[in-house]
C-alpha cells in the first residue's frame, strides 16, 4: 500500500472513533481479527500452588506441612475435591461453578526451565518470556501483539495500574488504565481550553508525544465504556478498590470495546515466608478477591467469556517443606490457571511428577515438567490463532514439549 | 535538547557501523540516532508493519544521519551546569538557585553538597521539624503504644482499633511530612537525595505490621546517619535495625529445630530456618543477582544470621544466643566455625568489601545520578573507588560528580523523572510553602510511588521505562494543572470545624507564571517556550509544570 494513503487511512479512522465515540462500535460488527481475547494475570511475588491446588492424595504433602496443609475434602476448611487426587483452596469457592461447567483447568508443575529463586529475576523472565535471557529488550505480549493478524491500535492491549508492566512494554503501542475508581473519570483534559492547550505541547513525534496521544484515546474509550457505571455511582458512595473491581472494568471496557484484544493484571502479596496460614489465614485472605476478581470477569464478559482466555500465573512456586515459620521460602514448581469457554476444563493438566522425596528438585521443590511458555504458547496458537510462523518471535527457542498437552477443546 | 525525548523502549536495532564506533563524538551521536531510531519504531508501531517499514526506517535512519552530525556537541553553558547540578544533586531550583549556583561555582557547590554538616538549616524549617513530635519518639515508645491500642483492642475491639488506626496515621503523616519538608526545604538537598537513594535500596515496607511504626526509627537511625559515610555501616545499622529484621522474616528465624522456653501451647511459634532476609541481603543490598552464589549459599548465610531479632519490648536489636544454629557452616567459600554474632558480622564484612558489592552498588548510582544505561566505564571507575576507599560513599559520589560522563552534554536532561523527583521539583520550582502534606502524599499514591509504599524489598526503579506510560502521562498533567492553579489546599490544614480555615483553603493563588518562567530560564525548549507564549496567562504556569522538559532532568 502506498504510505501517505496508508497513513490517511488511520488518522480518519482514528478521528472518526474519537469523534462518535461509542455508538461507532456498538454498530459495528465485531472485528473479526481481535474477536479472540486473553487475559494474563501474574501473581507477584510467587504464590503456594500446593495451596492452591492441593495434592490432597498424596501423604508426602500432609507429612510436610504439619501447620499450614490445606486439610482433606471433607474436613473443616478442607480443600474441594477436583478429581479425588487434588483439590482447590477453600478460599477459592466462587471458581467451583466454572469447574463444573468445564470452564476451568489448571496445569500442575509448570514453571520456568531457569533455576532462578529471584522474585525479580523469575517474573522479568516470565514477562520476557526468554528464561535465562535478561537482555531481551520488550514484553511477549507486546511481541505477541506485533504478530497478530489485524491492525493495531494502541488499545488493543491494555494494562491496569499506574505503571507500564514488563510483559507490555516494546514496539507495539499498548495503553495502561487507571486502577479502582479513579478509572473512566474525567479528568482536567477533558476541559477543551486546558486539552487543546496541552495538545499544542504535544504534537510532536517524540515518545512523551505518542505517550500523550495514545492516553487521550485510551482514556475517551474508557470514559465512554465505563460511562453507565460512572453515572450509577455518581449517585452513590465511592466505589471500592481492589482486583474485583479492575476485573470488572476490564470485562466492561472489553465486552464494549471490540478494538480491545489482550489485558494484563498483576496481583502482589503472595510471598508467604511467615504465618501463611491453611484453609483459613494469610494465603486465604488473598485468594478470596481473585477467586471473586476472576468469577467477575468471566460473568461480566458476558458472551465474549466464550471467546476468551485468562491465564493465572507466578513466578514461581514454593517449597515443599513449611519452614521454621509456618511459611514457605522460594521454590520451584507451580500451577498455573486457565478459564475461558474455549479451553479442556475440569481437568488438572500436566504431568504431575509427585513429592516423595527423589522427585523433589534440589530436594526442595516441587520439580517442573511443563514450561510455562508451552502453555501460553498453546494458547497463542489454539486459540488466537497466530500462525505458527510466528511462534519462534514471540518464544524463541522454546523446546518441544515431550508429552503433548491438550489444553483447548478440539 | 533532543536528548529530552529519549524513548525508554528497548535498544535499539542500529547495528554500529566502523563510522559509528570511531566517530570522535560517538557516544553523543550514537545516542541521537538510537533516540531517533526509536521515535521511529514508535511511530511505526500504530501502522501495518509489514513491508512498508523495512524502507520507512531506512529512508528515515539516513535522514537522521544527516540530521545528527551538524548538531554541536558543545559544552554546557554555565547556567546548563548549575541547572545539571540543581537537577541531580537536588530536586531542581527553586527560584534564585540557579543565580546562586553559578554566582558560588559548581565545583564548590558539589564539595558543599558533600559536607552538609557545613551548611546550615534554615530557623523555619527546625520549627517545622519540631512539630512533629511522632518522629522523635524512641521505637521503645511507639512499640509500646502500638502494643497498648492491641490490647485495648482484645478488650473493647471498637475503640482499641480505632487508637491503633489513629496513631499509625500520625506516626505515618509526620514521618513522610518530615521526608518531605526537608526534601522541599532543606539545603542539604544531596542529603536528602540520598536519604531517598538509600532507604529505597533498602528497602522496607510500611504497611506491614509492626513496620508502620517502625519505619520513622529506621530512616532516623538507620538511614540517615550514613548516606554519605561508610556502606559497611549503612550495611550494618540495616541488618540490625528490628524494621528490616521484622520487614524481612529474620527476626523469626532459628536454627532447625529449636525449641522456644515458654511454648505457651503456641503451636505457631517459630521453629527452624527462613531464607528471606539471607536472600535479600546477597541479591539486592550487597552482592547483586549475578554476584556469584547458590541456593546453598542462602541458605548457609541464613543459618548464619539465625538469632539475629529484636527485643520487641525495648524496640533493638538482640542476639538471641538460644536460637542460633551452632553448627559450623560453609558459605561463599568460606569454613565458619560456630561463633555466634560474630559469624553475622563476618558475613557482612565479606558482603561489603566484595567486588560484586563494589560493581552493583556503582551501577545503581551511576543509573540514579547520570544515565539509565550507565556508561560501563564510568561504572567501572566508580567500582575501583568503591573498593579502594573501602566503601567510602561520599568518596564515590566526589568521583562521580567530577566524571566526565556526569558531565557529558548527552546525559544533560536525559533521565526522566521518577514522581517523587517530579512532584518535589514541581513544588521546589514553583516555591509551595507546604503545610498541608495530604495533596502532596496522593499525588505520589496516584503516580504508582506511594512514600514508604513500596510492598517488595528491590525498592522502586528510576528509568523512563519504568515510569512513562500514558496513564502516568495524564496524571502528572493533572497534578501540575491543580498546583499551577493553587487548587491543591497545601498552605492550610483543611479542617472540616473551622469555617475560617475552610474558606482559607479555597483562596487559590496560581503560581506566577512570569516567576516560574525565570526560574525554569534555560530549562525549556523553544518549542515549549513557544506553546507556552501562545497560551492564555492562566494556563501558563501548567504548560510549564506539565511539559516534556520538565518532566525530564
Keep these: 500500500m502506498d504510505r501517505r494513503k496508508f497513513i490517511q487511512a488511520a488518522t480518519l479512522s482514528g478521528m472518526g472513533l474519537i469523534a462518535v465515540g461509542k455508538s461507532a462500535w456498538a454498530a459495528r460488527s465485531v472485528e473479526p481479527a481481535t474477536e479472540r481475547k486473553l ?34 475434602p471433607g474436613q473443616e476448611d478442607g480443600a474441594i475435591d477436583l478429581d479425588g487426587y487434588f483439590g482447590l483452596h477453600p478460599a477459592l469457592i466462587s471458581l467451583q461453578p466454572l469447574w463444573q461447567q468445564g470452564k476451568l483447568a489448571f496445569v500442575q508443575a509448570a514453571g520456568s526451565p531457569d533455576p532462578t529463586r529471584s522474585h525479580f529475576d523469575a517474573q522479568d523472565f516470565m514477562e520476557s518470556g526468554t528464561p535465562g535471557r535478561k537482555a531481551t529488550a520488550d514484553g511477549w505480549m507486546n511481541r505477541l501483539l506485533g504478530n497478530l493478524p489485524g491492525v493495531s491500535t494502541p488499545t488493543r492491549a491494555i494494562s491496569v495500574g499506574p505503571v507500564m508492566p514488563r510483559i507490555l512494554s516494546g514496539h507495539m503501542a499498548t495503553t495502561n488504565i487507571a486502577s479502582g475508581a479513579a478509572a473512566g473519570r474525567p479528568g482536567v483534559l477533558d476541559r477543551p ?50 482486583f474485583p473491581v479492575d476485573a470488572s472494568h476490564v470485562a466492561r471496557l472489553m465486552r464494549n470495546n471490540p478494538r480491545i484484544q489482550l489485558a494484563f493484571m498483576a496481583l502482589g502479596g503472595w510471598d508467604t515466608h511467615a504465618n501463611e496460614g491453611a484453609g483459613k489465614g494469610q494465603l486465604a485472605n488473598h485468594l478470596s478477591p481473585l ?42 514448581g507451580n500451577v498455573m490457571w486457565l478459564l475461558g469457554g474455549r479451553i479442556a476444563g475440569g481437568k488438572v493438566h500436566g504431568d504431575w511428577p509427585g513429592l516423595d522425596e527423589n522427585r523433589l528438585y534440589e530436594g526442595r521443590d516441587l520439580a517442573v515438567t511443563t514450561d510455562f511458555r508451552t502453555v501460553l504458547a498453546q494458547v497463542a496458537e489454539r486459540h488466537l490463532q497466530l500462525p505458527d510462523t510466528r511462534l519462534e518471535q514471540i518464544f524463541p527457542a522454546l523446546p518441544r514439549q515431550v508429552k503433548p498437552l491438550n489444553l483447548m477443546r478440539v | ?113 558533600l559536607h552538609p554538616e557545613r551548611i546550615v538549616l534554615p530557623a523555619s524549617l527546625n520549627r517545622q521539624l519540631a512539630n512533629l513530635s511522632a518522629i522523635k519518639k524512641s521505637d521503645r515508645d511507639l512499640i509500646a503504644e502500638f502494643r497498648d491500642a492491641a490490647k485495648e ?58 513496620d508502620r511504626v517502625l519505619i520513622a526509627g529506621y530512616e532516623r537511625e538507620a538511614i540517615r546517619p550514613h548516606v554519605l559515610g561508610r556502606f559497611r555501616d549503612l550495611l550494618g545499622a540495616t541488618a540490625t535495625h528490628p524494621a528490616m529484621l521484622f520487614y524481612l522474616d529474620n527476626w523469626q528465624s532459628t536454627a532447625p529445630g529449636f525449641k522456644p522456653l515458654f511454648r505457651g501451647g503456641n503451636k505457631q511459634a517459630p521453629s527452624g530456618l527462613n531464607e528471606n532476609y539471607a536472600r535479600e541481603l546477597m541479591e539486592l543490598h550487597t552482592l547483586g543477582v549475578d554476584g556469584g552464589y547458590t541456593q546453598k549459599d542462602v541458605t548457609e548465610l541464613a543459618r548464619i544470621l539465625t538469632g539475629w531479632t529484636f527485643d520487641p519490648r525495648e524496640g533493638s536489636f538482640r542476639f538471641a544466643e538460644r536460637r542460633h544454629d551452632q553448627g559450623d557452616k560453609t558459605w561463599m567459600g568460606h569454613s565458619i566455625n560456630a561463633n555466634g554474632q560474630a559469624e553475622g558480622e563476618f558475613a557482612l564484612d565479606e558482603l561489603a568489601k566484595s567486588p560484586a558489592t563494589a560493581r552493583h552498588i556503582s551501577y545503581k548510582l551511576a543509573q540514579y545520578f547520570v544515565a539509565d544505561q550507565p556508561p560501563p566505564h564510568l561504572v567501572e571507575q566508580l567500582a575501583r573507588r568503591f573498593t579502594q576507599s573501602g566503601g567510602d560513599i561520599r568518596a564515590v559520589l566526589n568521583t562521580l560528580f567530577h566524571s566526565p560522563e556526569f558531565w557529558d552534554p548527552a546525559n544533560y536532561g536525559g533521565k526522566f523523572k521518577t514522581p517523587y523527583q517530579y512532584v518535589l521539583s514541581a513544588l521546589r520550582a514553583s516555591d509551595a510553602h507546604v503545610v498541608n ?5 496522593g499525588a505520589l499514591r496516584q503516580l504508582g510511588m506511594p512514600l514508604y509504599g513500596c510492598q517488595t524489598p528491590d525498592g522502586y526503579k528510576n528509568t523512563q521505562e519504568a515510569w512513562l506510560n500514558p496513564d502516568a502521562l495524564t496524571r502528572r498533567i493533572n497534578f501540575a494543572t491543580a498546583l499551577a492553579a493553587g487548587r491543591l ?49 492562566r494556563l501558563q504556569s501548567a504548560l510549564m509544570l506539565g511539559s516534556p522538559d520538565f518532566m525530564h532532568h
Design chain 2, 489 to 537: 489546599p497545601l498552605s492550610t490544614i483543611p479542617d472540616r470545624d473551622n469555617a475560617h480555615a475552610m474558606e482559607q483553603a479555597k483562596n487559590f493563588t496560581p503560581v506566577d507564571a512570569k516567576v516560574l518562567a525565570a526560574t525554569l530560564d534555560g530549562l525549556l525548549s523553544e518549542q515549549t517556550r513557544a506553546s507556552v507564549a501562545a497560551a492564555d496567562s
Design chain 2, 1 to 113: 535538547m533532543l536528548a529530552v525525548f529519549a524513548a525508554g523502549t528497548s535498544a535499539s536495532a542500529m547495528a554500529e557501523t566502523d563510522w559509528a564506533k570511531h566517530h570522535p563524538r560517538r557516544h553523543e551521536v550514537n545516542k541521537r540516532l538510537n533516540n531517533q531510531n526509536r521515535r521511529i519504531h514508535q511511530r511505526v508501531r500504530t501502522e501495518e508493519r509489514i513491508h512498508l517499514k523495512r524502507h520507512f526506517v531506512l529512508i528515515v535512519g539516513v535522514l537522521a544521519c544527516v540530521i545528527a552530525l551538524p548538531a554541536p556537541a558543545a559544552e554546557l553553558t554555565g547556567q546548563q551546569r548549575a541547572l545539571h547540578v540543581l537537577n541531580r544533586l537536588a530536586y531542581g531550583p527553586r527560584p534564585g538557585d540557579v543565580a546562586q549556583v553559578m554566582r558560588m561555582g559548581v565545583d564548590q557547590y558539589i564539595d558543599e553538597q
Design chain 1, 39 to 72: 487475559i494474563v494475570v501474574l501473581l507477584r511475588g510467587a504464590v503456594d500452588g500446593l495451596n492452591v491446588v492441593i495434592p490432597h492424595g498424596d501423604p508426602n504433602y500432609y507429612q510436610m506441612r504439619p501447620t499450614i496443609a490445606v486439610p482433606r
Design chain 1, 291 to 332: 477467586g471473586q476478581g476472576l468469577a467477575t470477569l468471566a460473568r461480566e464478559l458476558g458472551p465474549t467469556f466464550d471467546d476468551t482466555t485468562i491465564v493465572v500465573m507466578s513466578e514461581f512456586g514454593r517449597t515443599v517443606r513449611q519452614n521454621g515459620n509456618n511459611g514457605t521460602d522460594h521454590g520451584h
Design chain 2, 437 to 441: 502534606y495530604l495533596p502532596v502524599l
Design chain 1, 193 to 242: 481550553a486546558i486539552g487543546t492547550a496541552f495538545s499544542k505541547l504535544y504534537q510532536g513525534q517524540d515518545a512523551m508525544s505518542h505517550a500523550y496521544r495514545d492516553a487521550q484515546q485510551a482514556h475517551l474509550e474508557v470514559m465512554s465504556s465505563l460511562e453507565d457505571e460512572m453515572r450509577n455511582a455518581d449517585n452513590g458512595a465511592p466505589p471500592p478498590n481492589g
Design chain 2, 153 to 210: 483492642a482484645k478488650q473493647d475491639p471498637e475503640r482499641g482499633k480505632q487508637e491503633r488506626r489513629e496513631l499509625v496515621k500520625q506516626i505515618a503523616l509526620q514521618t513522610a511530612a518530615a521526608r518531605l519538608s526537608r526534601a522541599i526545604d532543606s539545603p542539604r538537598q544531596l542529603e536528602e537525595v540520598m536519604v531517598d537513594f538509600w532507604f529505597n535500596h533498602f528497602n522496607v515496607f510500611e504497611g506491614k505490621g509492626l
